[in-house]
């Protein structure tokens, strides 16, 4: 059994991740395992930034969004001899294992730390719900929640003054979050990266449905598949009705953790832990149908996940 392991979280953060840190320290703790945290992910590993956990360090955290530890991108890490340095410092600190949290980027620098002979347990955290093998990633219920909220009374003012209104959402390469909170949501028309879209025909069903008495539409755009501002201006010129567009940002990231994260981020947690302490890596716990998974890390980060075709399917129908 390992004596010493440390955690940090990397990319960016997730509602969730405080959940799954004080997880960790609480299930080695129940072990006889030190813990070490460090913080700012990897940019904070190559500045030698640990800090020992207790079980009192992770108290009354459960609760809060973003990350105890912190996050920062590191270029220097993306190079052979910055990842080099990384193993070797955490060698220096005794370190027999490490849990990374976070999504695929982050998953990734865990593998290759996994390769340079450093054990390693992953544990998906990322708002896009993009890592493969995985139905679910730590912080995307409650992302899709704020979105929800946001289209429910972005409706209202949509309603009261008979606007299209168009919601970008984050999602660079995966449409997933905008996807799901669309159909939940109830918007008219989704735009994302994994499917075409066609300016004139959406713009020719919302005149049309304006005409028999409609009073609003709503449409949800993944930033990584248009512009909302863009697309809102061709709508308006093809339309001829007053479009406004809400860019959520960074709202997103932030908030306390809905249940299911809090929960699911522990149970990850947990499993990870147990695995990393009695001597077994290269594993990613993930979610399959509610059921706790261990999956290939390394398949998991050079593997691409892809959009459910029903759900687009779906979203087409109830458009």
Known sequence: ???????????????????????VVRTAASKGVKVWGIHNGYKGLLNDEFEELTSRSVGDMIQKGGTMLGTARSNTFMTPEGQQKAFEI???????????????????????????????????????????????TIGSDTAANTV??????LRDTASAHRRIILIEV??????????TSAIAGGAEHIIIPEAAYNVDYMAEEIKASYDIGKRYSIIVVAEGGASAVEIGKQISEKTG??????VLGHIQRGGSPTVKD???ATLLAERATLALVEGRS??????????????????????????????IR??????
């Open 170 to 179: 984050m999602g660079k390469t995966s449409g997933w979050l905008a996807l």
């Open 262 to 264: 809090r929960i699911n």
């Open 314 to 319: 779906l979203s087409r129908v109830l458009a």
């Open 1 to 23: 059994m390992l004596q010493n392991i440390a955690v940090l979280t990397s990319g960016n953060d997730s509602p969730g991740m405080n959940a799954a840190i004080r997880a």
């Open 241 to 246: 009705i007053d479009t406004r567009v809400s």
């Open 148 to 153: 929800i909220d946001a289209i429910n009374k």
């Open 90 to 136: 955490l060698k220096s600190h005794g370190i027999e294992g490490l849990v990374v949290i976070g999504g695929c980027g982050s998953l990734k620098g865990g593998a290759i730390l996994e390769e340079l002979g450093m054990p390693v347990v992953g544990i998906p955290a990322t708002i896009e719900n993009d890592v493969w093998g995985t139905d679910y």
């Open 282 to 311: 290269n594993i990613l716990f993930g979610y399959d149908r509610s059921t706790v998974v261990e999956l290939s890390l390394q398949e998991a980060v050079y593997c691409k996940k892809t959009l459910d075709t029903e759900l």
